[in-house]
């Protein structure tokens, strides 16, 4: 059922813990109910937060906050190896990894511990440890907040690319996602190219689903701030995809800089923003109560009592060593408000 607040603070409801005021949150849980808000007083100016990990909130919004909190998990088919699941927006999204691991089911589970809620994950197709949401999702169904009507997108349709997806381009401002329909398997499929994750996988005793799911969680505890202890939004600039004359000019003058092959692009390559903020000397930088992560760059905390523009400071501070050191260009994962 829905639930409405008037002014209220999103201090709680941002995981960098800016304190922030809403004109108004709205807690849904169905597309009828969506129907009835933009089929009446249609709000001027919306926003969906999920579970607020990637939103940072610089100023008093003044409009509508909507906030899906319809969690039911319904397994829609299963042929004895594999298992489509279709999972509502509000579920939290480390418990549905949670959840498919206890069934023995594969395919999220390198995105263990990946604070978000299911609703968010196609938006801009989380992704860590060689792994995106793109890999598992089948469908994206969305509340068309011009037609009223519920839609379902195909994996094809949603358009996912690195940190990408149509939801962050055509269907911005437009779209509001219902639920997500993911197709696991119980053939195991261990993915373990990425970093550190085969050392520890074997560490456990091998590559069972438990073992990569706690192999992963213990990696990302050991590099990344819990948001719940120290405020932060995960990576905050994502990683940039340039040209390969910029990464051969770059090996020349630093021949250990991480690079990946863009597969759709084999002109393009990416590197890591973690690794040129680190070589700008910024990782562990502070600014008063802003700073650079300690053990990850990429990660901008909130060391207590910080506004969203000291946080956005401190950003273009860091974009700007980074382009004054290596002539690249990085951008920001997070949604500035
Ligand atoms: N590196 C440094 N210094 C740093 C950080 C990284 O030298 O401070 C180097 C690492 O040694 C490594 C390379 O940069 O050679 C890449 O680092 P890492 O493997 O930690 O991954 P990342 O590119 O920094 C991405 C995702 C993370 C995800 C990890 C693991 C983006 C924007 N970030 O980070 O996602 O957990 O890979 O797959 O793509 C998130 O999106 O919030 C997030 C945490």
């Not at 579970?51 to 909190?69: C, E, H, K, S, W």
């Not at 609703?119 to 068309?144: H, M, R, S, W």
Request: proline content about 4%; hydrophobic content about 40%.
């Amino acid at each position: 059922m829905k639930r409405i607040y008037n002014d209220l603070n999103l201090a709680s409801r941002n995981s960098f813990g800016v304190s922030e005021t809403a004109r108004v949150v709205i807690e849904f849980d169905c597309a009828e109910e969506l129907k009835a808000i933009f089929g009446s007083e249609r709000p001027q100016k919306w926003y969906v937060l999920g579970a607020g990990n990637n939103t940072l909130f610089t100023q008093y919004y003044d409009g509508t906050i909507l906030t899906p909190v319809c969690s039911n998990r319904t397994i829609l088919s299963d042929d004895g190896v594999d298992v489509v699941v279709r999972v509502e927006a509000g579920h939290d999204w480390d418990g549905l990894v949670e959840w498919s691991v206890e069934q023995g089911l594969w395919g999220i589970e390198n995105l263990s511990s990946i604070p978000s809620s299911v609703g968010a994950a196609p938006v801009q197709n989380i992704g860590a440890y060689g792994a995106e949401a793109k890999d598992a999702i089948t469908v994206v169904e969305y509340f068309d907040t011009r037609s009223l009507e519920v839609v379902r997108l195909t994996n094809e349709e949603c358009r996912f690319g690195y940190r990408e997806s149509i939801f962050k381009q055509e269907l911005k401002g437009v779209a509001i996602i219902l639920a997500v329909e993911l197709k696991l398997s119980r053939t195991p499929r261990p993915n373990l190219g990425y970093g550190d994750v085969i050392k520890e996988v074997e560490a456990r005793g091998g590559a069972t689903l438990r073992n990569i799911r706690e192999a992963i969680c213990a990696i990302r505890s050991s590099k990344l701030p819990d948001p719940k202890v120290l405020g932060n939004a995960g990576s905050f600039f994502k990683n940039p995809i340039v040209e390969r004359s910029v990464l051969e000019r770059l090996l020349e003058r630093y021949p250990d800089a991480p690079n990946y092959p863009v597969t759709s692009d084999e002109g393009r390559c990416k590197l890591a923003a973690g690794w040129l903020i680190d070589r700008a000397g910024l990782k562990g930088w502070r600014d008063g109560c802003v700073g650079v992560h300690d053990r990850q760059a990429l990660v901008l905390v909130n060391y207590g009592g910080a506004k969203g523009g000291d946080v956005v400071r401190l950003a273009g501070f860091v974009a700007q060593r980074v382009m004054d050191e290596f002539g690249v260009e990085i951008s920001p994962e997070v949604n500035v408000l």
